[in-house]
């Protein structure tokens, strides 16, 4: 079973588009050992992400997690697997030692060129040289770490310039998205110039293929990828069922964006999970009624009930700016998979397939 630890709701950074509210909470061990003893309680496979606000915020409970559940697993036999996404600031040896020998996966929240525009310390001051240094640190231990960049629309004009800036660094693996949710504000402008950003991003990622130097950056090629192998997007989100957050007093929701939603409470880590409602809430994800006569249904991420709740509000109704974006996201990396089949048909394949 895989949950994702909320650890604390505090944070160090004040990034402009984060929607979560910063606030003293943090999880107790009573809270933390149960959760590890609820992701041990189905199935052949435990996973814990930890998460925040800024997870580092609370490295005592992360060590005693991975102490407790590392215990666990040679006891049961059931397999141990952990992540952590980070902004990275509070990054350091011991942490990494520990990291690297629970075989942790980490996220670097990490926006590039563009990470004093929206990153900043809580106070005001600039983040990217701190960050930078850490990544490097983080690269130094874990070469595979990935960097996660949220694109708000003061970013757009960085874009391409920050996937460049960040594969330079050293990172392999790219998660570009936009910002979404009541803090930003996107106009048709700023999406035509994220639009020339997408072209000029794939313009790199072809001359990269052309030098056989690896990289991934999604989500174009993930949208690559689903096209080659004919696989739904929606087919990967299903609320309360992939990931399920536990929040620092214990309680369990189906993602992210509908914590504190009493209606959508699914138990908590004391009591256990009520399947009923998880069946309810699963079912109520679906493909929207606007989009089902779309020809891109299939290729969109239409069904993300967290997605579409942050921007209208409701898990079943897409916003313009979602559609938009994922025709634009979609057109694109169709384009440059074409290119990259005609250079190298077996390269393409192995890389995509």
């Given at each position: 079973m895989n949950l994702t630890l909320h650890l604390?709701?505090?944070?160090?950074?004040?990034?402009?588009?984060?929607?979560?509210?910063?606030?003293?909470?943090?999880?107790?061990?009573?809270?933390?050992?149960?959760?590890c003893d609820l992701a041990f309680s189905k199935g052949q496979r435990a996973g814990l992400c930890f998460f925040g606000g800024e997870p580092l915020l609370k490295k005592d409970l992360i060590f005693k997690a991975l102490d407790y559940c590392g215990e666990k697993s040679r006891k049961t036999g059931i397999i141990f697997d952990c992540k952590m996404t980070?902004?990275?600031?509070?990054?350091?040896?011991?942490?990494?030692?520990?990291?690297?020998k629970a075989n942790m996966g980490i996220g670097?929240?990490?926006?590039?060129?563009?990470?004093?525009?929206?990153?900043?310390?809580?106070?005001?001051?600039?983040?990217?040289s701190v960050v930078e240094e850490k990544a490097k640190l983080l690269l130094r231990y874990m070469p595979e770490a990935s960097a996660l960049a949220t694109i708000a629309p003061q970013a757009v004009p960085y874009y391409a310039?920050?996937?460049?800036?960040?594969?330079?660094?050293?990172?392999?693996?790219?998660?570009?998205?936009?910002?979404?949710?009541?803090?930003?504000?996107?106009?048709?402008?700023?999406?035509?110039?994220?639009?020339?950003?997408?072209?000029?991003?794939?313009?790199?990622i072809k001359?990269?293929?052309?030098?056989?130097?690896?990289?991934?950056?999604?989500?174009?090629?993930?949208?690559?990828g689903e096209c080659i192998r004919d696989k739904n997007p929606a087919e990967r989100c299903?609320?309360?069922?992939?990931?399920?957050?536990?929040?620092?007093?214990?309680?369990?929701?189906?993602c992210t964006s509908f914590?504190?939603?009493?209606?959508?409470?699914?138990?908590?880590?004391?009591?256990g999970i009520n399947e009923e409602k998880v069946i309810e809430i699963a079912k109520r994800s679906s493909t929207p009624e606007t989009c089902k006569d779309c020809a891109l249904v299939?290729?969109?991420?239409?069904?993300?009930?967290?997605?579409?709740?942050?921007n209208t509000g409701d898990e079943n109704k897409v916003s313009p700016l979602q559609c938009t974006y994922e025709r634009m996201l979609i057109e694109v990396s169709d384009a440059l998979g074409e290119e990259l089949y005609q250079l190298d048909p077996e390269r393409f394949a192995k890389v995509f397939g």
């Amino acid at each position: 079973m895989n949950l994702t630890l909320h650890l604390t709701e505090n944070c160090n950074m004040d990034c402009t588009y984060c929607i979560r509210e910063k606030c003293p909470k943090d999880m107790t061990e009573d809270v933390l050992f149960a959760a590890c003893d609820l992701a041990f309680s189905k199935g052949q496979r435990a996973g814990l992400c930890f998460f925040g606000g800024e997870p580092l915020l609370k490295k005592d409970l992360i060590f005693k997690a991975l102490d407790y559940c590392g215990e666990k697993s040679r006891k049961t036999g059931i397999i141990f697997d952990c992540k952590m996404t980070t902004n990275g600031s509070l990054l350091d040896e011991e942490f990494l030692e520990r990291a690297v020998k629970a075989n942790m996966g980490i996220g670097l929240s990490f926006d590039g060129k563009a990470q004093d525009i929206c990153r900043i310390f809580a106070g005001g001051k600039p983040t990217s040289s701190v960050v930078e240094e850490k990544a490097k640190l983080l690269l130094r231990y874990m070469p595979e770490a990935s960097a996660l960049a949220t694109i708000a629309p003061q970013a757009v004009p960085y874009y391409a310039d920050s996937v460049k800036y960040l594969h330079e660094l050293g990172f392999k693996h790219l998660s570009f998205v936009i910002a979404y949710g009541s803090k930003v504000n996107w106009t048709d402008d700023d999406l035509d110039a994220l639009r020339l950003q997408l072209e000029e991003t794939c313009r790199y990622i072809k001359e990269l293929f052309i030098n056989d130097d690896k990289i991934y950056v999604g989500p174009i090629f993930s949208k690559i990828g689903e096209c080659i192998r004919d696989k739904n997007p929606a087919e990967r989100c299903h609320l309360g069922v992939r990931q399920m957050p536990v929040t620092p007093d214990g309680s369990l929701y189906p993602c992210t964006s509908f914590i504190g939603d009493e209606y959508y409470l699914l138990g908590n880590v004391f009591e256990g999970i009520n399947e009923e409602k998880v069946i309810e809430i699963a079912k109520r994800s679906s493909t929207p009624e606007t989009c089902k006569d779309c020809a891109l249904v299939k290729r969109c991420t239409n069904s993300c009930g967290c997605a579409n709740r942050m921007n209208t509000g409701d898990e079943n109704k897409v916003s313009p700016l979602q559609c938009t974006y994922e025709r634009m996201l979609i057109e694109v990396s169709d384009a440059l998979g074409e290119e990259l089949y005609q250079l190298d048909p077996e390269r393409f394949a192995k890389v995509f397939g």
